[in-house]
């Protein structure tokens, strides 16, 4: 964990301001440098991530036939089941040695969103307890970025609620990812090849394995693994886009284990924030300058996001 910056979200909401500085600018410091960083007292419920986690192992241990019931091509794996080989980074010829499960936003306000982007969630009928518990998870998560997102807020110099209107009924995903045994030579592919995160931020619990990997700017690969108490959040595309680049989006991969644990399940569940679909990424006014030039046209995150499914493969 030494390549990456460990930070206490108890320092940011501690009411001491001296600490919530602290925070802020540690976090935007690595957010400029790295992209990614290591947070401690983030304030999602141990016992539910704990035991998502069960559960999702469960799930991916039902039959393929089962499993298929759940997948709907129409939904661009946005919602429910993604069967292995569908998913690849966007550069790549390869998919990904994956399978997934999604789940999107639980509108709780009585706010009519438009059905295309908010299929509804699928019920796994064989584990009566894995949509509450991922409703659960994914409630934890977003309130956690919401804080996440104000100190970031913060240090880009923009009012302190400036995210919160923004991701309320944001289109966020929690992915829970099943990474099976290799059992072949797996060619030039690998668990999930170089990309990076299309969203604004994204929060990862522990995953059951090692393998995540950051690159710097010289291009050198870095392990990157929370401890048990922390999770990992990492800047993504959007959040890059709308800040004209003066936060980095990292590239990341996840390489396959040695041979001799080729035979081994991987599980890991990310929590990709993404906002509303009508907000617009335009470059922020304030991080354009002469010596940061504007880098990116007009676009809507609707916009942005059907173009990145489109180039790994879920969208046609």
Same mark, same amino acid.
């Given at each position: 964990?030494?390549?990456?910056? !460990?930070?206490?979200? /108890? $320092?940011?909401?501690? #009411?001491? &301001? /001296?600490?919530?500085q602290k925070f802020i600018q540690g976090f935007g410091k690595a957010y400029s440098e790295i992209g990614f960083a290591a947070i401690e007292n983030h304030g999602i419920p141990q016992d539910i991530i704990n035991k998502y986690y069960g559960l999702v192992e469960q799930f991916y241990a039902l039959p393929l036939e089962s499993k298929h019931n759940y997948e709907k091509i129409e939904y661009a794996g946005q919602r429910g089941y993604t069967s292995f080989g569908r998913e690849k980074a966007?550069?790549? &010829? !390869?998919a990904d040695l994956k399978e997934f499960w999604q789940v999107g936003q639980y509108i709780e306000d009585g706010e009519v969103m438009p059905a295309a982007d908010y299929p509804d969630n699928l019920e796994v009928a064989e584990l009566p307890e894995f949509n509450e518990t991922g409703r659960l998870l994914y409630k934890s998560f977003e309130n956690s970025g919401r804080h996440l997102l104000r100190a970031i807020a913060e240090y880009l110099g923009l009012a302190v609620n400036y995210f919160d209107a923004k991701i309320h009924n944001g289109n966020s995903i929690l992915r829970a990812i099943h990474y099976p045994p290799i059992t072949q030579e797996p060619k030039s592919a690998i668990r999930a090849e170089a990309h990076e995160d299309i969203n604004l931020i994204t929060l990862l619990v522990g995953a059951s394995a090692d393998g995540l990997q950051v690159q710097d700017v010289e291009g050198n690969w870095h392990d990157a693994k929370a401890e048990p108490q922390q999770i +990992?959040? *990492? !800047? #993504? $595309? +959007?959040?890059q886009r709308l800040c004209n680049n003066k936060l980095k989006s990292t590239t990341h991969r996840v390489v396959n284990p040695p041979r001799e644990k080729w035979h081994t399940h991987r599980y890991s569940i990310p929590f990709f924030l993404h906002p509303r679909s009508e907000v617009r990424?335009?470059?922020? &006014? *304030?991080?354009? @300058? @002469? /010596?940061h030039p504007l880098a990116y046209a007009p676009i809507t995150a609707g916009e942005y996001l059907d173009e990145r499914l489109r180039e790994i493969g879920l969208k046609k």
């Open positions: 964990m030494s390549y990456i910056p !460990v930070l206490d979200l /108890a $320092d940011y909401l501690s #009411g001491d &301001e /001296a600490r919530r966007k550069q790549s &010829e !390869v +990992m959040v *990492n !800047v #993504g $595309d +959007m959040l990424l335009d470059c922020l &006014e *304030n991080c354009i @300058d @002469d /010596a």
